[in-house]
């Protein structure tokens, strides 16, 4: 009967070494950790042109390192503010331990747009950025097509505001 109480008790803090770590990680979101897509063999030459997004986003990764953008909206918390910023920037392909990260920034901001009107009651008016650094990820989709990527929103949830290439380009 002892042994059977010292393997009951064994369990118990055995059990409880289970929880501590699991209520450690709850609020550990998909993005909090992610790690890249292990894409490294991607090239810039294969990067520029044009890209697209079914929300009427549109940038334009020039060969020469210059970049448009029109109705990009902000990455991670950003994107809650609602503001869709178009203008003029510079990007790069960076390669990092998790893979090709393409780095845009906008350097000259030429138009603010808002994704949705304001509600009556919401009176927060949020500070628009006169510039602004996205990091998209390089991923490949079913049929090895390049598509861009950035996390948006709740890191929790790990919504994923993907570019495809532009029709034509």
Known sequence: MAGGSRLRAWGAVLGGLMVVPAALTACAGPYQYYEGTGIHDTT????????????GTR????????????????????????????????WQLADDDGGRVVRLTLTARTRVESRAPATATDTSTPELPSTYAWSFY?????HDELKLFFFYGDPDIGNTYVMTREAGS
């Open 44 to 55: 810039a030459a294969e990067v520029a042109g044009g890209w697209e997004n079914v929300e």
């Open 138 to 142: 390089v991923d490949r989709d079913q």
């Open 59 to 90: 940038m334009v990764l020039r060969k020469d390192g210059t970049a448009l953008a029109e109705k990009l909206d902000g990455q991670d918390f950003d994107f809650e503010d609602g503001w869709r910023l178009s203008g003029t920037g510079t």
